[in-house]
């Protein structure tokens, strides 16, 4: 049975999603004013993982992940490159596209922008002004957010301390505006010659909150199973979807809230932030990181849990793929040589390691002890294929659960692409030298191989062969 943990209820409950078999999705997306952040990819990738395991559960998941593409940063961002809101926008998009990819996050997603729904965020807003929600300030339009009775709940947070901590850091005019120093914005009054639409209110763009309210509920419908996000959105930015949503339509409008926890930088734990100077960024990374070993690394750690980001967790998070593909290759080695047929204790076997993986996982995606079931089976493999005898159908049934169970954390196990004639008759060539105890010739035929990216492995079982990763 799937658990989850709700943010809301602060408890692991049963996984129901509103139609049977289907799994309505969304997760926020970044602010595209600059490369995405090892924090961004840690949420991208966590969700991913969740989405991969709910496929694999049988669910048909639709998800949506937005892209915030009008706000200060943005409009910052292009009045400092002497540029548009939507060129930034449209590069740094572009960047997001390519940098996931590398980390192997799914494309099957929906992406919509903000600028290309304002009608649709235009009309919501109407409606929570209409029904008395929200009110018209100069070509400001607030949120009476302790007009919604559940406001706090989200972040357990009790409204009159909110209005405290809000009191300390609303500017003057803006809380002259404001009818309660709580209340937040729908739609903001334009500046000067800063981006703009036309609205019932005057010229001015959507806040932050309500963008992914009528994104979500426009993609997925009114009540949606999952919501998900770094654990920083809990409040305000989920607190007010929640409010606006929940008072614009009158129904629930997440069944589960899930939050992702941060990343620290290096042994010491510090936090990511550039007036550290540690700020990571992955398109960065990835000019000299493998993206297969930042997805092991933020994969294996449960989502709800920080992750540490340090030269050791690269360097294990890279032994560890290093050990499931050499697993892998052991295995389809041994095809070569293996007999007709299956043995049952090893499939028994296997099937006992994909129980144990799917009851991990299943306690609300515990990613941690998921994978340690997959390294027990990269370990059964590799104590498969140096048995004497093998079977083709075990070792099938092997290779396809090892992809299988692996690809839900994002990693692509891949057979070497060797296929050359003429490298085949060297690794040949050679064993035929070592039989002959022709030593230079042997060694002189590893070098060459190894020049091409192929590195040779003498087991007892027969020469071996991988493509070097790079």
Same mark, same amino acid.
């Given at each position: 049975?799937?658990?989850?943990?709700?943010?809301?209820?602060?408890?692991?409950?049963?996984?129901?999603?509103?139609?049977?078999?289907?799994?309505?999705?969304?997760?926020?997306?970044?602010?595209?004013?600059?490369?995405?952040?090892?924090?961004?990819?840690?949420?991208?990738?966590?969700?991913?993982?969740?989405?991969?395991?709910?496929?694999?559960?049988?669910?048909?998941?639709?998800?949506?992940?937005?892209?915030?593409?009008?706000?200060?940063?943005?409009?910052?961002?292009?009045?400092?490159?002497?540029?548009?809101?939507?060129?930034?926008?449209?590069?740094?998009?572009?960047?997001?596209?390519?940098?996931?990819?590398?980390?192997?996050?799914?494309?099957?997603?929906?992406?919509?922008?903000?600028?290309?729904?304002?009608?649709?965020?235009?009309?919501?807003?109407?409606?929570?002004?209409?029904?008395?929600?929200?009110?018209?300030?100069?070509?400001?339009?607030?949120?009476?957010?302790?007009?919604?009775?559940?406001?706090?709940?989200?972040?357990?947070?009790?409204?009159?301390?909110?209005?405290?901590?809000?009191? &300390?850091?609303?500017? /003057?005019?803006? !809380?002259?505006?404001?009818?309660?120093? #709580?209340?937040?914005?729908?739609? =903001?009054? %334009? @500046?000067?010659?800063?981006?703009?639409?036309?609205?019932?209110?005057?010229?001015?763009?959507?806040?932050?909150?309500?963008?992914?309210?009528?994104?979500?509920?426009?993609?997925?419908?009114?009540?949606?199973?999952?919501?998900?996000?770094?654990?920083?959105?809990?409040?305000?930015?989920?607190?007010?979807?929640?409010?606006?949503?929940?008072?614009?339509?009158? &129904?629930?409008?997440? /069944?589960?809230? !899930?939050?992702?926890?941060?990343?620290? #930088?290096?042994?010491?734990?510090? =936090?990511? %932030? @550039?007036?550290?100077?540690?700020?990571?960024?992955?398109?960065?990374?990835?000019?000299?990181?493998?993206?297969?070993?930042?997805?092991?690394?933020?994969?294996?750690?449960?989502?709800?849990?920080?992750?540490?980001?340090?030269?050791?967790?690269?360097?294990?998070?890279?032994?560890?793929?290093?050990?499931?593909?050499?697993?892998?290759?052991?295995?389809?080695?041994?095809?070569?040589?293996?007999?007709?047929?299956?043995?049952?204790?090893?499939?028994?076997?296997?099937?006992?390691?994909?129980?144990?993986?799917?009851?991990?996982?299943?306690?609300?995606?515990?990613?941690?002890?998921?994978?340690?079931?997959?390294?027990?089976?990269?370990?059964?493999?590799?104590?498969?294929?140096?048995?004497?005898?093998?079977?083709?159908?075990?070792?099938?049934?092997?290779?396809?659960?090892?992809?299988?169970?692996?690809?839900?954390?994002?990693?692509?196990?891949?057979?070497?692409?060797?296929?050359?004639?003429?490298?085949?008759?060297?690794?040949?060539?050679?064993?035929?030298?070592?039989?002959?105890?022709?030593?230079?010739?042997?060694?002189?035929?590893?070098?060459?191989?190894?020049?091409?990216?192929?590195?040779?492995?003498?087991?007892?079982?027969?020469?071996?062969?991988?493509?070097?990763?790079?």
């Amino acid at each position: 049975m799937l658990q989850i943990f709700n943010t809301l209820t602060r408890k692991k409950e049963k996984f129901e999603p509103v139609t049977p078999g289907i799994v309505n999705m969304y997760v926020c997306g970044p602010t595209v004013y600059n490369y995405i952040h090892i924090g961004n990819a840690r949420s991208a990738i966590a969700f991913d993982t969740v989405r991969r395991y709910l496929a694999y559960r049988g669910y048909k998941v639709n998800y949506v992940s937005n892209f915030t593409d009008v706000d200060d940063k943005m409009i910052n961002a292009a009045r400092e490159n002497h540029t548009t809101v939507g060129a930034i926008a449209d590069k740094y998009i572009a960047a997001f596209m390519q940098d996931t990819a590398a980390l192997n996050i799914s494309s099957d997603v929906i992406h919509p922008r903000a600028t290309q729904n304002i009608p649709e965020i235009i009309d919501f807003v109407k409606t929570l002004v209409n029904n008395g929600y929200a009110y018209d300030v100069d070509g400001d339009v607030y949120f009476r957010a302790r007009k919604f009775p559940s406001y706090g709940a989200l972040p357990h947070i009790d409204v009159d301390q909110l209005e405290i901590g809000a009191s &300390q850091h609303v500017s /003057k005019e803006e !809380m002259a505006k404001k009818e309660d120093p #709580i209340d937040f914005a729908l739609w =903001k009054k %334009s @500046k000067g010659d800063e981006i703009s639409w036309d609205s019932p209110w005057g010229k001015g763009r959507p806040g932050w909150h309500i963008e992914c309210s009528v994104m979500a509920t426009k993609y997925l419908g009114k009540t949606i199973d999952i919501h998900g996000g770094g654990e920083d959105l809990i409040f305000p930015h989920h607190e007010n979807e929640r409010a606006q949503s929940e008072a614009n339509t009158h &129904q629930t409008f997440v /069944k589960y809230w !899930m939050h992702n926890g941060f990343v620290t #930088i290096g042994d010491d734990n510090e =936090k990511m %932030s @550039k007036s550290l100077g540690n700020f990571i960024t992955v398109h960065d990374l990835l000019k000299h990181l493998d993206g297969q070993v930042i997805r092991l690394l933020m994969a294996t750690t449960h989502y709800r849990r920080p992750i540490q980001y340090s030269d050791s967790s690269v360097q294990e998070a890279e032994s560890n793929l290093k050990k499931l593909q050499t697993a892998f290759n052991n295995l389809t080695y041994r095809l070569h040589n293996a007999e007709d047929g299956d043995d049952p204790k090893t499939d028994q076997e296997v099937r006992q390691i994909i129980a144990d993986f799917t009851d991990a996982m299943d306690d609300d995606f515990n990613v941690q002890n998921g994978i340690a079931a997959v390294y027990e089976l990269a370990k059964f493999a590799n104590t498969y294929s140096e048995h004497q005898v093998v079977f083709t159908g075990s070792i099938q049934f092997i290779i396809n659960t090892l992809k299988q169970l692996a690809g839900i954390f994002g990693i692509k196990l891949e057979q070497s692409e060797l296929k050359d004639d003429e490298i085949w008759k060297l690794i040949h060539e050679r064993e035929n030298a070592r039989h002959n105890k022709d030593f230079i010739r042997s060694d002189e035929i590893r070098e060459e191989l190894k020049a091409r990216g192929i590195v040779l492995e003498d087991t007892p079982q027969g020469t071996r062969f991988r493509k070097e990763q790079q």
